[in-house]
């Protein structure tokens, strides 16, 4: 499984000692500032890391590159979290990968490195190259870079033969740009994170409301009656909404948490910018815990649905007036029987009851979910049913209620507005054919999963990713790394080493570029947030190597090697670039000066705004059917999740301390139960294996944790587990790959190594 330069496309699978602890009953408090203190100062030192965290999120500064969770109106000086802390770290680093570092390091070698080793090497500085049949990348200089990438691009024998990869940190102006050089340059192939992340989010959405966003906003938060917390993790991935939560809480919001773990932030938060946070015990969040088995969704939701039926507790004038689809629904659910739902979601009879009752008992209901629905097979259906809820209640266009999909990565959403789609709506291609006098590409592009299997069979044949770390994140490493072997050139702009730029095409580029933490010759940019917020971002510290192009300035350079255009003008003033936006994309008039403000302007949002954007102009009740997962016997159903110290495939540290595991990321969480059944022990290494249409997957040497986890659920981190996650096995129309649902068997490891299991 090499490409001749003897590469390895997965991480290392030596075990350090994991130490297991109960989990913290709460989230936040001490511990979350000792950690934030540790991380900044530690890569950055104290001064520097204090400079940048009195930057973050302020007007003035730059938009956390965390997670998207909005700022709120009032800010305080200290406006991040504990994770934000440690990706603006990650980031700020001292530390620096310069040219001599890839002359002592061969790429084989450096494969063989953990991710988190990966990482902790500082930022890149110059640009870089691996030639044909090269084993260690080289320096070489911008214009040589550019021209490289032109000349490849140019003699591909159609336009989609290229793919063009975008991941969620890059600024709206970088995305404009981005997409508009794959139109003009002759392709919808804009493959991008969303891909595996909300897309089925926008999926459902779009189908039943209208849109493929949000409808709620911070405010909402302080009005709504309940608040339920599905499949997301926010004490880790996006801890500043326990912030919203709490003050939901504490003016009397009931909040429930459906998820098959009970998640430590959404039990009890110590906030740690308040005393009694700090010294408390803290404010009890979920007050009702619904442990759901894994996609036992589905069944859940129609549970709901059918004990708000029975109950009559429906907005019977909202379902007429402005729904279609509702005797199609009413009757799937008077046929669904209490067993499908009980055994289908694993969730009891009285608690589908009482978390009814919560619903019945208020219009101002918000739902938030995230990764654990929308990584199934039947993830758009999870959605759907969600949606279904939320219009029996008429609990749109209200203030208090609506549905929150939790974006992750922070500029996600606005990179999608900007264009970013392999499936671009025909009027924003109409809006780029008046205004920039060209005729856009009609068919539609390829997607991650889509680019991945084009690689592997030819038809693509030239990577570029603008951000992100392709082969970990996506699904299938050894595919995926044999798709990207076959390419002619791969290449990466990037702030910082990944597995990526080390599995390549025949030839490789890495590209180094500005951080959003970094001054940008005193231009800012703009951002969404996950609630349709536009603002501004501007970067407080000097550039990491006086090398560093911003990435506008190295998206215009790719342009103008391979499309013999001048772009300068739009490198030297972003505001030409906001110009553009104001005129292509709906809702961005007049962008120029309304980002300006100090809190940016929101996006139009129909269903907000109390009007349904769909073709008919009501929403859609939609009908799904409930899916009894039977698993043969010694077969598990794998979700895999985030850590608290990682950024998607950024490793911080060794620490989920929230989950009270530190030291080794190769394990695998099971129900004692289950451990004992299949005759393992608690502290086994083992293999794990997941079995699709024939083809086994194999992922050595992982350590066996008990954890509080229903029956037939197994947990693993990502992205040590994704070699497990078949291309093929993908969700329904959004094709996002279904990494929280892979069928596994758990076997000893023939190596048992020298791990001391002081587990047991
Ligand atoms: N610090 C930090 N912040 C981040 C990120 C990060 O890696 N680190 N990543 C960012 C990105 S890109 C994203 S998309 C978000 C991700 O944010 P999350 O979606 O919170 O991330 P995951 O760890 O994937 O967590 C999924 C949660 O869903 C649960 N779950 C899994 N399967 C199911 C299921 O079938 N049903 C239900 N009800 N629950 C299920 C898991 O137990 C877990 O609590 O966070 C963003 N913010
Ligand atoms: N099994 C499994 N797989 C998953 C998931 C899962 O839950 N389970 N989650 C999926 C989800 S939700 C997502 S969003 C994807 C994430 O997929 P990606 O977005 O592709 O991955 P990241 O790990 O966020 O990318 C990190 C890299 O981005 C680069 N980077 C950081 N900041 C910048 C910047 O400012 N500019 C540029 N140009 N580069 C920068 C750095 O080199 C860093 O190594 O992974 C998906 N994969
Ligand atoms: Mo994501």
């Known amino acids: 499984m090499d490409d001749g330069r003897g590469t390895r496309a997965q991480p290392p699978e030596e075990i350090a000692p994991l130490e297991v ?3 913290p009953g709460s989230a936040g408090g001490v511990q979350a500032i000792a950690s934030t203190v540790r991380h900044a100062s530690i890569e950055t030192g104290l001064v520097r890391g204090a400079r940048l965290l009195l930057k973050l ?17 009032h800010r305080s000086a200290v406006e991040f979290c504990e994770n934000g802390a440690k990706a603006v770290a990650e980031e700020g680093t001292s530390r620096r990968v310069v040219p001599g570092f890839f002359e002592a390091h061969p790429v084989s070698e450096l494969s063989r490195r953990s991710d988190y080793w990966l990482g902790k090497q500082g930022r890149l500085t110059h640009p870089m190259v691996l030639r044909a049949g090269v084993s260690r990348y080289q320096p070489l200089s911008w214009d040589e870079a550019f021209a490289m990438v032109g000349r490849e691009l140019r003699a591909l024998d159609s336009p989609d033969r290229a793919a063009f990869y975008t991941s969620g940190r890059t600024s709206n102006e970088a995305a404009f740009l981005w997409q508009l050089f794959a139109r003009k340059f002759g392709t919808n192939n804009l493959p991008d994170c969303s891909n595996m992340c909300h897309e089925s989010s926008g999926t459902a959405l779009t189908e039943a409301i209208g849109i493929g966003k949000g409808t709620v906003t911070l405010e909402d938060f302080e009005q709504a009656r309940a608040i339920f917390v599905v499949g997301q993790n926010p004490g880790t991935n996006h801890p500043r909404m326990l912030t919203a939560l709490q003050g939901a809480a504490r003016g009397g919001a009931t909040i429930v948490s459906v998820n098959p773990l009970a998640e430590a932030g959404l039990i009890r938060f110590k906030h740690p910018q308040e005393l009694r946070g700090l010294f408390g015990e803290g404010t009890p969040l979920a007050s009702l815990f619904l442990q759901v088995s894994i996609n036992g969704d589905v069944a859940l939701m129609q549970g709901l649905g059918k004990e708000l039926l029975e109950r009559g507790a429906v907005d019977h004038g909202f379902v007429r007036d402005r729904c279609e689809g509702f005797e199609a629904y009413r009757e799937h659910i008077g046929a669904v029987t209490w067993d499908e739902i009980v055994a289908g979601s694993g969730v009891s009879r009285e608690q589908i009851r009482a978390a009814a009752g919560v619903l019945a008992g208020t219009d101002r209901v918000i739902f938030c979910w995230a990764m654990g629905l929308t990584q199934h097979e039947n993830a758009v259906a999870n959605i759907q049913e969600i949606a279904n809820l939320l219009l029996l209640r008429g609990a749109f266009g209200k203030p208090g209620a609506g549905a929150c999909p939790v974006r992750g990565h922070s500029n996600v959403q606005g990179d999608r507005t900007m264009g970013i789609w392999e499936r671009p709506p025909p009027g924003f291609l109409d809006a780029l054919e008046r205004e920039l006098g060209f005729a856009p590409p009609r068919r539609h592009g390829l997607d991650t999963v889509g680019t991945i299997e084009a690689m592997a069979d ?54 180094p570029c500005l951080g959003r933490t970094e001054r940008d010759r005193g231009q800012f940019v703009t951002v969404e947030n996950s609630m349709g917020v536009v603002h501004r971002s501007q970067g407080a510290v000097a550039p990491a190597s006086p090398y560093l192009l911003s990435e506008p300035a190295i998206v215009a350079g790719i342009a103008q090697a391979t499309l013999g255009q001048d772009w300068s003008a739009w490198v030297l003033d972003y505001d030409r670039i906001r110009d553009l936006i104001a005129r292509v994309v709906p809702g961005c008039e007049d962008y120029n000066r309304r980002v300006r403000g100090p809190d940016g302007f929101m996006l139009p949002n129909g269903p907000r705004e ?22 043969a016997p010694g077969e598990l159903l794998m979700m895999t999740i985030r850590s608290h110290d990682q950024f998607n ?57 008990p954890y509080a986890i ?3 659920c197994a947990a693993t981190y990502f992205p040590e587990a994704n070699v497990l996650v078949p291309l093929g096995h993908r969700a329904a129309r959004s094709n996002t790959p279904a990494s929280k649902s892979v069928v596994i068997t758990v076997a000893p490891s023939a190596d048992q190594g020298t791990h001391d299991a002081d587990l047991a």
């Not at 086994?684 to 040497?701: K, P, T």
Request: aromatic share 8%; charged share 25%; glycine share 10%.
């Open 649 to 705: 495939t950024t490793i911080y540290g060794l620490d989920d301390r929230y989950r009270g595991l530190s030291g080794e990321r190769r394990v695998v969480m099971l129900n004692q139960a289950d451990i004992e059944a299949l005759g393992l022990r608690a502290g086994q290494i083992v293999d794990l294996s997941s079995r699709y249409f024939g083809e086994v997957r194999l992922a050595r040497r992982f350590v066996v944790v």
């Open 21 to 23: 602890k109960p989990p």
């Open 57 to 73: 999120n302020q007007p003035d500064g730059f938009d956390c590159p965390g997670c998207a969770w909005p700022d709120p109106a």
């Open 710 to 712: 229903p029956r037939g």
């Open 458 to 511: 030819g038809r693509v044949q030239v990577f570029v990713a603008l951000g992100g770390n392709f082969l970990s994140a996506a699904p299938d490493t050894e595919r995926t790394a044999q798709a990207l072997r076959r390419t002619r050139l791969t290449v990466h702009v990037a702030t910082k080493l990944n597995r990526s730029h080390l599995i390549t095409g025949r030839e490789a580029l890495l590209l």
């Open 610 to 631: 109390g009007r349904f954007t769909t073709p008919s102009g009501k929403a859609r009740f939609t009908v799904h059917p409930i899916r009894q997962r039977r698993l």
